[in-house]
């Protein structure tokens, strides 16, 4: 029998483009599907939408009950994760659309690589298809938007910038148990999954778009262009905005090390390769200590722009 898939979706005032993304799930070519879908503490039309799928797909559709209110997208996730037994896991966003083959290919792929890594944390993620609000592409390569490098996927890169995005994972269960639940300091929940698996399971990646992925103005995460001119023209327009927003973000990559490495130790992990840059890197307190360890334990990304941000900023 075929497995099933369990979506975990969050939505918080997602009515303008829910729709479309829950029709994009029925189409899929894999059918042993369920999708649970926990309401952020929408003010628009979003419940409705969802309840209204439930009465139309009760096998396919489910909406979670609960008294948490508003908890942010990481947290909201991480209450949907907490709550699944599935044997395989996707995240999955209010606003994009599924290839009709991604559930199907991501499957296929993640079987492949528990065969090769019996018994272990399993996850894989893909490349999306940037596309406006009218679905018309910007990029055929998130990836190449981005200036990201799938196989930078060591712990030591992953600790200052994640290159898997949530809603093309899939994970299965032995991954879900060991990461949830997810800690309060946390960035993402995404990049929490993939800190996860590099230490304790196996990664892989599918290099084929599986995913459309809608930037519009009201994402609260999307793709950012990292052409030097974009961020030449980003930094010139608002330096201080830049600064701020910087120091910021390298603040919170501080914390969630913070808590990964309690969660190593509450698990007992004894590999130097984890440990030790990890626990250097959190001990790191002052400037210069914490550019030593960005560059002796090899954590600034390959893209020169991110890597100056990761010095001046981490």
Known sequence: MDPLVNILMSVHNGERFLREQLDSLLNQTYLNWHLSVRDDNSADGSVNIVEEYVRRYPEKVSIMADDHGQLGACQSFGMLLSNTGADYIMFCDQDDVW?????????????????????KPAMV??????????????????????RINPTDNSLNLLIADNVATGCTMIFNRKLKDISSPIPGNVIMHDWWMTLMCSIYGSMSFLSEPTILYRQHDMNDTGAVDFSPAARSRKFIGSPFGVFMRSTAKAAQVRRQA??????????????????VPLSRFCASTNFINRKWCLIHYRMLSRNYIKALKQLLFL
């Open 99 to 119: 290839l009709p083959e991604k559930i199907e290919r991501s499957l296929s792929e993640i079987r492949r690589l528990e065969k090769l890594n019996p018994g």
């Open 258 to 275: 913070g808590e990964l490495l309690k969660r190593t130790q509450e698990y007992q992990v004894l590999d130097a390769e984890v440990t």
């Open 125 to 146: 993620f893909t490349e999306l298809s940037v596309v406006d609000q009218n679905l018309r592409l910007r990029s055929d390569s998130f990836w190449r938007y981005q």
